[in-house]
């Protein structure tokens, strides 16, 4: 596959704590990538750089040919959306109104929303099932349910890049799948998507380009199927498994054989 959005040896830090060194990475276009990891291990940070908001103090991080430190803001906000871990929203906003926001990228200061806005925001509501909570402010909502709008924001933003960290925090296991099924639909319609998954299976059974991280390198990447066997189970997150095919999808499942199992 072929890759616009890259990092090409990367230094990342806070301060004088070091996450990462020379860390290189290609995002296939047009794929759904996972990065998976152990706590701490540089997963969210690596998105922070992909998306500009942490600047690495070495290498690069490229797009289309273009350092992403080079666009303006704007610019680079309709090619890359982003969802942190914990976004907050203002006071006492309602949800039609947080989800409108993911449209600015697209307009400029003076312009009315358009209908294009309108129809990109009931259908971001629609695919993240947040229609029905439209009018109620987002601070009464349960952790799933704000969980759910903020995804619907990052889709109305309608950008060819879709970056989300834990997206599925929060989220029942209902949701999570439904949630995962539409990160994979999103990816066969064109989009490419990363996102920081906890769940190893999950992973496996929805992305079809892996990255596995430990203490800020990159262990392995490829295919779930090339690459996820017992050997790297036990190198990134140090759990003796087995690995089977998923009954559903067959892809790898991970089965831990903890002692005393």
Partial sequence: MSARLTA??????????VVSTRLS???????????VGPNA????????ALVRLLRPTEGQVVLDGREVGSYPSKELARQVGFLPQDPLAPDDIKVRQLVSRGRFPHRTLLSPRSERDESAVREAMAAAEVTELADRPVQELSGGQRQRVWIAMAL??????LLLDEPTSFLDITHQYQLLHLLARLR?????????????????RFADHLVAMRDGKVVAEGSPGDIVDAALIK??????????????????????TLQGD
């Fill in 156 to 161: 109305a933003q309608e950008t060819p890049y």
């Fill in 188 to 204: 066969d319609q064109g989009r490419t998507v990363v996102a920081v998954l906890h769940d190893i299976n999950q992973a496996c």
């Fill in 235 to 256: 190198d990134v997150f140090d759990l003796p498994s087995v690995i089977v095919p998923d009954p559903v999808a067959g892809t790898p499942m991970v089965v831990p």
């Fill in 25 to 35: 990475l290609d995002v296939p276009d047009g794929s759904f990538t996972a990065v």
């Fill in 8 to 17: 090409r040896e990367i230094t990342l830090r806070y301060g004088d704590r």
């Fill in 41 to 48: 291990c540089g997963k969210s940070t690596l998105l922070r």
